[in-house]
Nanobody, 126 residues
């Protein structure tokens, strides 16, 4: 399994942008599909975006399509979430996660992810 540490969260005005990073340590990072999830106060944690282990495929929650972009740099063992046109409803703690199985496809299902970071807070003011 990999260990994950998120960074890049903060306070931003509506319409602004943030770039989250997730640095991984441990072996075989390049063989794990990765995902971003978020949890707003009083709500369940939910899927935001995922990327295949090769980086060739990404999928997104409907609420962020066209605004957020997930990417990865396997040489740096880092996955990113570029967040543009932020809205107050994007306010949440954002978590990075790695799939449990190597070479498995990307997925929106939280149960398929075995390693999680500690989260980074994103707050969007109106």
């Amino acid at each position: 399994q990999v260990q994950l540490v998120e960074s890049g969260g903060g306070l931003v005005q509506a319409g602004g942008s943030l770039r989250l990073s997730c640095a991984a340590s441990g072996p075989f990072f390049s063989t794990y599909a990765m995902g971003w999830f978020c949890q707003a106060p009083g709500k369940e944690r939910e899927f935001v975006a995922a990327i295949s282990w090769s980086g060739s495929n990404g999928n997104y929650a409907d609420s962020v399509k066209g605004r957020f972009t997930i990417s990865r740099d396997n040489a740096k063992k880092t996955v990113y979430l570029q967040m543009n046109s932020l809205k107050p409803e994007d306010t949440a703690v954002y978590y990075c996660a790695a799939r449990s199985q190597r070479f498995a496809p990307s997925t929106m299902n939280q149960a398929d992810f075995g390693s999680w970071g500690q989260g980074t807070q994103v707050t969007v003011s109106s």
